[in-house]
Nanobody, 128 residues
């Protein structure tokens, strides 16, 4: 079964940076090559929030909460999706997941649960 594999989480102080990575198991990247890929966050007691998305051509879209601080990118040759997170805040704490959808990035941000794939996630903890 194809799964998304997220990594790169950790514990940092506010103002710090982390870089998350996402790959697809079972050589499944090709199935999503033409899809938009994105990241969403699930924090305890909070609603799921889609943070950023990127299409196959590199067009991006961001939620207002992370715009200017997070950068999403994808390397199709390396079959990896990235999320560079700078100027981290305590409210960025949560589990981060990647997903795919056949929709442009601005639409991807509004799809909520209507995206494909979910892995175990990677935990980001930001302390003040």
């Amino acid at each position: 079964q194809v799964e998304f594999l997220e990594s790169g989480g950790g514990s940092v102080q506010a103002g710090g940076s982390l870089r998350l990575s996402c790959t697809v198991s079972e050589n499944g990247w090709s199935a999503y090559k033409s899809y938009s890929l994105g990241w969403f966050r699930q924090a305890p007691g909070m609603e799921r929030e889609t943070l950023a998305a990127v299409d196959m051509d590199g067009t991006t879209a961001y939620a207002d909460s992370v715009k200017g601080r997070f950068t999403i990118s994808r390397d199709n040759a390396q079959e990896t999706l990235y999320l560079q997170m700078d100027s981290l805040k305590p409210e960025d704490t949560g589990h981060y997941y990647c997903a795919a959808a056949p929709a442009p990035p601005p639409i991807f941000l509004r799809l909520g649960n209507r995206v494909q794939g979910r892995g175990q996630g990677t935990l980001v903890t930001v302390s003040s």
